[in-house]
């Protein structure tokens, strides 16, 4: 089925073709065609070859990333969680090996977003939808759920055979094995999702033994469902009616893009008697009709029509297709990865410029061989301005996002003054403010903070629960990976020249001597003469 091709649509409001009018002497009106086709289930052929096994491999790759990665221990020590991957919405946390990202670093995971879109919007530019026929997470279930199947029910012959068959025993028991190792994949995936947020092996036996809480089975319910639907039953509709991006993919590709490509300036005219229509004297391509890359297309189409929405660039139709070429002993690349410009220069040859019909003559030398002018695909056509100035851009944030990590302080210091009363005017004379200081030691272990003050020299400062004695600076036994608040007096003697300015400019200071981080705070302290 070509996706391009339209259904004819009836005018809404009942409107009638010529002949068909409303009134006396109307004939019959003749029924609105549905406004999408009935869905053609799709057996998909197996195939062997190199993108096939490329599949293969990104596939098993991707599942044990998503399925083990929650298993991986990490040592952070013994204040920390020591699960490598960790997403910790309790404490507010996300943990990724060394990394530790806190809510006020979201821009960490904003930058990583940014660099997902350039990455997607770099790869579409130069190999079209390699991500949907590769590493799109529907794509790979689909590929697991696919295999499940030809084990179960055998290849495409076997699955349509099947398929067609009366409900026997033998029927229902392929049925319902499939569909519960379906059911079992799915729940796995949803279980596996759950311990991305909690310690993996300690939500696994709440889990089991029904201690964990509602959010993680209604979580693992949720996943299992979808996992199960749109990777079990919908399969290329996900593609083709519920994903956004192939109506996005337009506005990324160009002439250079490399996308899978039906070669029809060699293939055409197209017959499966090759020989006798030589022998007759008529013209053959290289291609036999014998839908090969029909049988093995996931999404159902015939890569043959030209480009189509459906079409997620996997590249098993070259696989296909190649195989056949080799069997019957003509070069591959009947259907191969090419660009529009590519593609548009030898259509130009085979066709005189457009002025006639396919002659495969004006592509082969006597002995077979493709002339000189053919144009074939080169590396070169990815590394152009377009692509270079995406991965430009790209790795710009990138390194921007590893410098921000690198240089990053551990130690963060926030005071807040008091609102009321702005000051306290004690009986000696002396001038009292009060502020909310809130230390954040962002390292999993304890560690001795010294906060002092800088710019108020005759002042001095008591921490309520550290000290009781008044001191310019105070030793701060800070907790592992927390923040923690402090209330914080600062008093300027009598003699301390409160009078010379009614506001006085210092600075808070905290700093770490063991490992040198510090971190300084601009605040006020308020006098009578500086009360609004």
Not at 49 to 71: C, D, N, Q, S
Not at 348 to 377: K, M
Not at 396 to 414: E, F, H, K, S
Request: glycine residues 8%; hydrophobic residues 45%; positive net charge.
């Amino acid at each position: 089925m070509n996706l391009y091709t339209a259904n004819h649509l009836q005018p809404a409001g009942g409107a009638r073709g010529p002949g068909n009018g409303s009134g006396s002497g109307s004939g019959p009106v003749p029924p609105s065609e549905p406004l999408y086709e009935k869905r053609q289930k799709i057996f998909p052929k197996s195939v062997k070859g190199r993108f096939r096994r490329f599949k293969w491999l990104f596939m098993v790759v991707a599942l044990a990333i998503y399925y083990l990665t929650p298993w991986i221990r990490w040592d952070r020590g013994p204040h920390a969680p020591d699960q490598a991957v960790l997403i910790d919405l309790s404490a507010r946390r996300f943990y990724f090996f060394f990394i530790e990202i806190w809510p006020q670093e979201f821009f960490f995971v904003a930058g990583l977003l940014v660099m997902a879109g350039l990455g997607l919007f770099l790869l579409t530019s130069a190999v079209g939808r390699a991500w949907c026929g590769y590493a799109c997470p529907q794509t790979v279930w689909v590929d697991l759920f696919l295999a499940v199947e030809r084990f179960i029910d055998g290849d495409r012959n076997a699955q349509i055979k099947l398929n067609a068959s009366a409900w026997t025993f033998a029927k229902i028991s392929k049925r319902v094995t499939k569909h519960a190792i379906w059911l079992a994949i799915a729940v796995l995936t949803g279980g596996a999702w759950i311990f991305y947020f909690a310690d993996a092996p300690g939500l696994a036996f709440d889990f089991v033994t029904g201690q964990a809480a509602i959010v993680a089975y209604s979580t693992v319910a949720t996943l299992t469902a979808t996992t199960y639907i749109l990777g079990g039953l919908m399969r290329e509709q996900v593609c083709i009616y519920m994903c956004p991006w192939p109506r996005i993919q337009g506005a990324m590709l160009d002439e250079h893009s490399l996308v899978v490509t039906y070669n029809d300036w060699r293939g055409e005219p197209r017959s499966r008697h090759a020989k006798k229509r030589v022998a007759g004297g008529q013209s053959v391509g290289d291609c036999v009709d014998c839908d090969a890359c029909v049988a093995v297309c996931p999404m159902g189409i015939d890569i043959r029509d030209g480009q189509q929405m459906a079409c997620i660039t996997c590249a098993l139709c070259i696989d296909a297709c190649d195989n056949v070429m080799d069997k019957i002993g003509k070069p591959r690349g009947l259907i191969a990865y090419a660009t529009l410009d590519e593609y548009d220069g030898n259509m130009a040859l085979a066709t005189n410029g457009g002025q006639t019909a396919i002659e495969p003559a004006r592509v082969r030398n006597s002995d077979g061989s493709f002339v000189d002018r053919i144009r074939e695909f080169h590396w070169q056509v990815i590394f152009r301005t377009r692509t270079l100035i995406y991965f430009g851009i790209w790795a710009l944030i990138g390194l921007g996002l590893v410098y921000a990590l690198l240089t990053r302080d551990r130690l963060q210091l926030n005071v807040v003054h008091d609102r009321n009363p702005q000051f306290v005017l004690e009986s000696d004379g002396s001038i009292r403010n009060g502020y909310t200081v809130r230390l954040l030691n962002m390292v999993p272990e304890p560690r001795t903070i010294m906060l002092s003050l800088d710019g108020l020299p005759q002042a001095s400062m008591r921490v309520v629960g550290i000290t009781d004695v008044p001191g310019n600076i105070v030793a701060i036994p800070a907790e592992p990976d927390k923040a923690m608040a402090l209330r914080v007096f600062v008093t300027l003697p009598p003699d301390g020249d409160a009078k010379a300015s009614p506001v006085r400019d210092f600075r808070f200071i905290a700093e770490d001597r063991s490992s040198h981080e510090s971190d300084a705070y601009n605040a006020t302290f308020n006098t009578p003469g500086g009360k609004k």
